[in-house]
T-cell receptor, first 111, second 111 residues
Framework: AQSVAQPEDQVNVAEGNPLTVKCTYS??????LFWYVQYPNRGLQFLLK??????LVKGSYGFEAEFNKSQTSFHLKKPSALVSDSALYFC?????????FGSGTQLTVLP | DAGVIQSPRHEVTEMGQEVTLRCKPI?????LFWYRQTMMRGLELLIY????????DSGMPEDRFSAKMPNASFSTLKIQPSEPRDSAVYFC?????????FGPGTRLTVT
């Protein structure tokens, strides 16, 4: 079984500052982890995934995430936030067949 | 590619009426997913197909909901009869492998 926790419902960051959206996982076996983003009034977009290989995963729009096995974390990061990054972010455990979405973290980037 | 196409984008109907939502997946994708998103329950997987065959419909709320995928380029989600509690945004997603690509959604309002 796979599950994740996003400990923060809301994250606020100033434009230009680095941002982190936290995710910890609990899985049996090898984890498959994804980050998706939902912009206001739009569908979800795939950002990046960790299946196997390098622990540092680079994704769309300048985002990256580091798979940390010892801390069971998969935090999403970006070195310099943009106002347009404001959205709902989902850390998702899954497989090729199914993704299990939680409630996500609302990121607000303040100008 | 145009991405996942959903129609209609908005649907307003009266309780008791039949509602049909349509989805055209991305060409070449062999998996198709129907999700429902509400403020109260978040994003829920209703059903998914692989190679046009329904694999898991355990998320379908009740018998009023049905989904079909007659060919690789078209799927429908039908609600009959509709109820006010069915009001939500319904997303279709398609995928090949581990990534899913979401359509813009259909906002359904049942009065």
């Amino acid at each position: 079984a796979q599950s994740v926790a996003q400990p923060e419902d809301q994250v606020n960051v100033a434009e230009g500052n680095p941002l982190t959206v936290k995710c910890t996982y609990s899985v049996s076996g090898n984890p498959y982890l994804f980050w998706y983003v939902q912009y206001p009034n739009r569908g979800l977009q795939f950002l990046l995934k960790y299946i196997t290989g390098d622990n540092l995963v680079k994704g769309s729009y300048g985002f990256e995430a580091e798979f940390n096995k010892s801390q069971t974390s998969f935090h999403l990061k970006k070195p310099s936030a943009l106002v347009s990054d404001s959205a709902l972010y989902f850390c998702v455990p899954g497989s090729a067949r199914q993704l299990t979405f939680g409630s996500g973290t609302q990121l607000t980037v303040l100008p | 590619d145009a991405g996942v196409i959903q129609s209609p984008r908005h649907e307003v109907t009266e309780m008791g009426q039949e509602v049909t939502l349509r989805c055209k997946p991305i060409s070449g994708h062999n998996s198709l997913f129907w999700y429902r998103q509400t403020m109260m329950r978040g994003l829920e997987l209703l059903i998914y197909f692989n190679n046009n065959v329904p694999i898991d419909d355990s998320g379908m709320p009740e018998d009023r909901f049905s989904a079909k995928m007659p060919n690789a380029s078209f799927s429908t989600l039908k609600i009959q009869p509709s109820e006010p509690r069915d009001s939500a945004v319904y997303f279709c997603a398609s995928g090949r492998g581990y990534e899913q690509y979401f359509g813009p959604g259909t906002r359904l309002t049942v009065t």
